[in-house]
């Protein structure tokens, strides 16, 4: 493939600063007035450099984790394993962020597969049926990835996967979408099979749910029944699918076959818990470089 930085490490393409609250240990032990209780929490800045590295194989069980993660419940109806493998035998193409170091876990990956030179292997078999089977109340989606993920579709489409811990800050994204964008056009001038037309992209979603607490009094579940009538709003885990979105040509929510059960986890703050679920998004190459930019303004 084309000339590329030897090690992404070598040369950090940037840090990012998450603001975290601390609790001030040296007053944990000691009484505190009224007026001090609500200022117990102090707010600390910490500068924290995230390296960028090509997937490895010493990051098998940590990419596999992730892909699991992002598949949630139905990640056991695919060859998780096969699907990992296919990420870092072309370590050349995507990319993986640490803090310490190159040999320890990545906690984030972005990377692409080319789904129609893959079409062989069961995981990606696996997985175009159930893109299928869930798009079908869309009939015009669902009759344009029939046609593009065959063997024979001179327009290919590249599986774009993306995953990272919950406690990574998003500033890291933009980074990782610019030199994915490099490597695919140097990859394209060396006449490597990446020259994709599509870009099919899944994303973790949730919509809230009415909680079924048992101590809730009855009035509280009128009020939720009549919130529950009006069309539930979807939500994104990452914040930069909203930028994707704009920039799809295709999309469509969908349930995981292996509905996970409803978490009441938000119920300290809200009324209501959350349902995960997963939306497709099919970008035309057009619109990636315009992707990428959108995702770097939104991150200034």
């Known amino acids: 493939m084309g000339k590329r930085k030897a090690n992404k490490n070598e040369d950090p393409i940037d840090s990012a600063t998450m603001d975290v609250s601390e609790e001030d240990t040296e007053d944990s032990d000691e009484g505190v007035s009224d007026g001090e209780e609500n200022s117990h929490l102090d707010e600390e800045i910490v500068d924290i450099d995230f390296d960028f590295f090509d997937p490895k194989p010493i990051d098998f069980h940590s990419i596999k984790n992730l892909m699991i993660q992002l598949f949630s419940t139905d990640a056991e109806l695919f060859s998780i394993s096969e699907l990992t493998e296919l990420i870092i035998d072309q370590p050349l193409l995507g990319t993986t962020v640490k803090v310490d170091g190159a040999d320890s876990d990545p906690y984030a990956i972005l990377t692409v597969l080319n789904m129609n030179e893959h079409l062989e292997k069961k995981c990606i078999q696996d997985l175009i049926k159930y893109l299928l089977d869930k798009t079908k109340p869309d009939q015009t989606l669902n009759e344009k990835l029939d046609t593009l993920l065959k063997k024979d579709s001179t327009n290919h489409v590249g599986l774009m996967l993306s995953e990272r811990l919950i406690n990574m800050p998003v500033q890291i994204v933009p980074p990782m979408y610019k030199m994915l964008q490099e490597e695919i056009q140097w990859a394209v001038d060396d006449n490597e099979p990446y020259n994709f037309e599509w870009y099919l992209v899944l994303s973790k979603t949730y919509q ?89 303004n939104a991150c200034k």
């Open 208 to 296: 809230e749910v009415m909680s079924t607490l048992d101590d809730e009094s009855s009035q509280s579940k009128k009020q939720k029944k009549k919130k529950a009538k009006s069309e539930p709003t979807v939500f994104y885990f990452h914040p930069e699918d909203e930028v994707i979105e704009r920039n799809s040509e295709y999309q469509f929510n969908f349930n995981f076959t292996k509905q996970p059960s409803v978490s009441d986890s938000k119920r300290a703050f809200s009324d209501f818990g959350i349902a995960p679920a997963m939306k497709l998004f099919l970008l035309n190459r057009s619109k990636f470089d315009n992707l990428v930019r959108d995702l770097e």
